[in-house]
């Protein structure tokens, strides 16, 4: 990428950094066109879902590919809180990673450290793919330590709990609520609407405020997006492809009486 060419994750940053939200939709298959299309569209960033989806490793690298030139951050959740499972997504040009179930101070840190380079981390220097799709390699290492997004996912009981620990580790960017896993974990069974997850939200707010953390959590209409800015949330995961076909699908076909599949749901 040439060097006159800002950084999307730059400016993503910068957005946050300003108090701005970020909107992101979701990537469950391996499509470099979709990916493509999406990024055209107006989102903040593609949020490219291996913990659920069908992605694989040359599925995120040929997908990355398809949305250079354009101003949009590829941000990928691996299966599973690990350091290799951060390596193989940064190393295929993600600009940020999504680290699923972080529930206690240790994988905070350890999620930090996955996303950057020694001494600051434990990220291995093997970047070369990461670095035919962004900055030159002379400048990549700086770059990545710098602005690499980490953002890790609240979304059970223990999390809840060490809320106070994670809020504070130094590095990390965004707390994002996984309300639903949240909801299962607390007895809900999915349930947006028990009063107990409502206070298990506001109190993990309160506290990623207090540190300083963006926030970020899953919503499903613009109205939903105002209404939780209104509550201090910044990063926000939208629908999935599948869930937008759908609505253009209903959207064209409802009215014909011809729609006969409301489709899947955003995993969280």
């Known amino acids: 990428m040439p060097t006159h060419i800002q950084n999307p994750v730059v400016r993503l940053r910068r957005r946050l950094a300003d108090g701005e939200i970020a909107i992101g939709a979701v990537v469950m298959m391996n499509s470099p066109e979709m990916a493509a299309h999406l990024a055209s569209q107006g989102f903040d960033f593609l949020w490219f879902e291996m913990e659920h989806g069908s992605i694989t490793r040359e599925g995120l690298r040929n997908m990355i590919l398809a949305t250079r030139g354009l101003d949009i951050t590829p941000i990928a959740r691996p299966p599973v809180n690990e350091l290799w499972t951060a390596k193989v997504a940064l190393d295929q040009g993600s600009l940020g990673i999504i680290f699923p179930f972080t529930s ?28 035919l799709r962004w900055p030159p390699a002379k400048e990549y290492y700086d770059f990545a330590d710098q602005n690499i ?28 609520i996984g309300t639903s896993d949240l909801s299962f974990s607390l007895g809900f069974r999915g349930d947006q609407t028990d009063p107990k997850l409502a206070e298990a939200v506001a109190h993990i707010v309160s506290v990623a405020k207090r540190h300083g953390k963006v926030l970020g959590r899953p ?50």
Do not use: W
Not at 158 to 171: H, R, S, V
């Open 104 to 131: 206690t101070p240790g994988l905070a840190q350890q999620a930090v450290a996955a996303c950057k380079y020694p001494p600051n981390g434990l990220r291995g220097s093997g970047a070369y793919l990461s670095q």
């Open 149 to 176: 997004l980490v953002v890790a996912m609240v979304e059970d009981r223990a999390g809840l709990e060490n809320i106070e620990a994670i809020a504070a580790t130094p590095g990390l960017d965004v707390i994002f």
């Open 219 to 268: 919503a499903g209409t613009a109205e939903d997006i105002e209404k939780y800015r209104q509550q201090g949330f910044q990063f926000f995961m939208t629908a999935t492809e599948l869930e937008l076909v759908t609505a253009g699908a209903a959207k064209l076909l409802g009215p014909l009486g011809r729609h006969t599949s409301a489709g899947p749901t955003t995993p969280v």
